[in-house]
């Protein structure tokens, strides 16, 4: 579902099979797709945005929607910085993924989305 077929295609390849592997119910998408982006940003859902994942030139970028409220013990986010409600997991090449790790924090983000303080936003009117 990516334009690039080098390391960063295959890097979202294995996050993709750990995302799903985690949740079978989770929902796959390709969102915001545009000239600059043809191949559009491979969304994950359940309940609520899980994460997004974008190819960059120098690396992989899967950015949680409401990251800052998820556990994250294993320090799989990069540093926060002022971050607000977001936060990301910066893959380059040759990084390996905790994959344990990522698929408490997939359960975590699913398990937020169900929980009492998720409010899914509304659609805008048009």
Same mark, same amino acid.
């Given at each position: 579902?990516?334009?690039?077929?080098?390391?960063?295609?295959?890097?979202?390849?294995?996050?993709?099979?750990?995302?799903l592997a985690a949740d079978p119910a989770v929902v796959e998408e390709i969102k915001w797709r545009k000239p600059s982006n043809p191949a559009g940003v491979p969304t994950w859902s359940h309940g609520g945005l899980i994460c997004t994942g974008e190819t960059y030139k120098d690396k992989v970028k899967l950015t949680f929607a409401r990251?800052?409220?998820?556990? @994250?013990?294993a320090g799989l986010?990069? !540093?926060? $910085?002022?971050?607000?409600?977001?936060?990301a997991i910066d893959l380059k090449e040759g990084d390996t993924l905790d994959e344990t790790a990522f698929t408490a924090l997939i359960h975590d983000a699913i398990?937020?989305?169900?929980?009492? @303080?998720?409010?899914?936003?509304?659609? !805008?009117? $048009?």
């Amino acid at each position: 579902m990516t334009a690039t077929t080098d390391w960063r295609a295959a890097t979202l390849d294995r996050v993709r099979a750990a995302i799903l592997a985690a949740d079978p119910a989770v929902v796959e998408e390709i969102k915001w797709r545009k000239p600059s982006n043809p191949a559009g940003v491979p969304t994950w859902s359940h309940g609520g945005l899980i994460c997004t994942g974008e190819t960059y030139k120098d690396k992989v970028k899967l950015t949680f929607a409401r990251g800052a409220k998820l556990s @994250d013990p294993a320090g799989l986010f990069g !540093p926060a $910085k002022d971050t607000g409600t977001r936060r990301a997991i910066d893959l380059k090449e040759g990084d390996t993924l905790d994959e344990t790790a990522f698929t408490a924090l997939i359960h975590d983000a699913i398990a937020h989305n169900a929980g009492r @303080d998720y409010v899914p936003p509304e659609k !805008p009117r $048009k």
